[in-house]
Nanobody, 123 residues
Framework: VQLQASGGGLVQAGGSLMLSCAASGGTFTGTLMGWFRQAPGKEREFVASISRDGDSKNYADSVKGRFTISGDNAKNTVYLQMHILKAEDTAVYYC?????????????????WGQGTLVTVSS
């Protein structure tokens, strides 16, 4: 399974951006997809996740109320809608997927990783 993230770019603070991640290379049968990010000079951190059935959604405290994760099982695609972007949201965003589980916050719990898409928020 390959994960292809897209939608990154340059946006002004207070603006919005939507990231997409499509799983390809076979039928993804896993139970969880999500996003991590890594800001310059910082460790990679969990952003959000969504279970396949959509019943379980989890967010990092830093993005709650501003970011929304959603999924389209028919397209094997997950989305991250980001609003009220801040300079501290600047990072490379990685799409991730896990074969099992519905609540995962740690990098090692995700078997599949995309190549990352850069989001730059100018202040």
């Amino acid at each position: 399974v390959q994960l292809q993230a897209s939608g990154g770019g340059l946006v002004q603070a207070g603006g919005s951006l939507m990231l997409s991640c499509a799983a390809s290379g076979g039928t993804f049968t896993g139970t969880l997809m999500g996003w991590f990010r890594q800001a310059p000079g910082k460790e990679r951190e969990f952003v959000a996740s969504i279970s396949r059935d959509g019943d379980s959604k989890n967010y990092a405290d830093s993005v709650k109320g501003r970011f929304t994760i959603s999924g389209d099982n028919a397209k094997n695609t997950v989305y991250l809608q980001m609003h009220i972007l801040k300079a501290e949201d600047t990072a490379v965003y990685y799409c991730v997927a896990a074969q099992y589980g519905t609540t995962r916050y740690r990098e090692y719990e995700y078997e599949y990783w995309g190549q990352g898409t850069l989001v730059t928020v100018s202040s």
